[in-house]
């Protein structure tokens, strides 16, 4: 069985530039998740899908950060315009449904200059 | 603003040495997971604990949750270089579908 795929692995970009990360979950899983995770401490949820809509993106930077799932499937996660502080892995995971235990893909390591 | 405090945050052994790590919070958690993670990776869940007072053994670590679901302990037997990682306790709140909440971690570095 695939695992949680994401891309690209590394990004490096100049602060006030833009970035996107793809995110594509296992097959059939419902939940979807965009975690941040800097060096040093645990991941931070960022924003939950439940197929396509948001359960909670309460901690979601909405002046710079966006996040879409249109199809229930695939998703995106937008960072514009960069900040320093968001040098970071992001880290997508997806399970079963809002219980389910959680499969995480490799991460996006991100480097703000 | 439920919060995981975990305990110690740097721990460097020697290979078959004993260790605890420590995950608490002030709050209530319906169930407390273990992830490990290695560099470059994405955390991979160990265990899932949800009665107050359980113990699950998944062999050579042995994983508690609290008796009043505040805290958890992780406890390693004779320590092995492959045990080398992050470790993570995440909570879920009692809130159904709400996400995990994930502590900053236990990075563990196992030498021979």
């Known amino acids: 069985e695939a695992g949680v795929a994401q891309s690209p692995r590394y990004k490096i970009i100049e602060k006030r530039q833009s970035v996107a990360f793809w995110c594509n979950p296992i097959s059939g899983h419902a939940t979807l998740y965009w975690y941040q995770q800097i060096l040093g401490q645990g991941p931070k949820l960022l924003i939950q899908?439940?197929?396509?809509?948001?359960?909670?993106d309460s901690q979601l930077p909405k002046d710079r950060f966006s996040a879409e799932r249109l199809k229930g499937v695939d998703s995106t996660l937008k960072i514009q315009p960069a900040k320093l502080e968001d040098s970071a892995v992001y880290l997508c995971?997806?399970?079963?449904?809002?219980?389910?235990?959680?499969?995480f893909g490799e991460g996006s390591r991100l480097t703000v200059l | 603003t439920q919060l995981l405090e975990q305990s110690p945050q740097f721990l460097s052994i020697q290979e078959g040495e004993n260790l605890t790590v420590y995950c608490n919070s002030s709050?209530?958690?319906?169930?407390l997971q273990w992830y490990r993670q290695e560099p470059g990776e994405g955390p991979v869940l160990l265990v899932t604990?949800?009665?107050?007072?359980e113990v699950k053994k998944l062999k050579r670590l042995t994983f508690q949750f609290g008796d009043a679901r505040k805290d958890s302990s992780l406890h390693i037997t004779a320590a092995q270089p492959g045990d080398t990682g992050l470790y993570l306790c995440?909570?879920?709140?009692?809130?159904?579908?709400?996400?995990?909440?994930f502590g900053k971690g236990t990075t563990l570095s196992v030498s021979s």
């Open positions: 995440a909570g879920g709140a009692n809130q159904a579908g709400t996400a995990l909440i």
């Open positions: 899908f439940q197929n396509n809509g948001v359960v909670d």
């Open positions: 709050s209530v958690f319906s169930s």
């Open positions: 604990v949800v009665t107050g007072g």
């Open positions: 995971a997806s399970s079963l449904d809002l219980l389910g235990e959680l499969f």
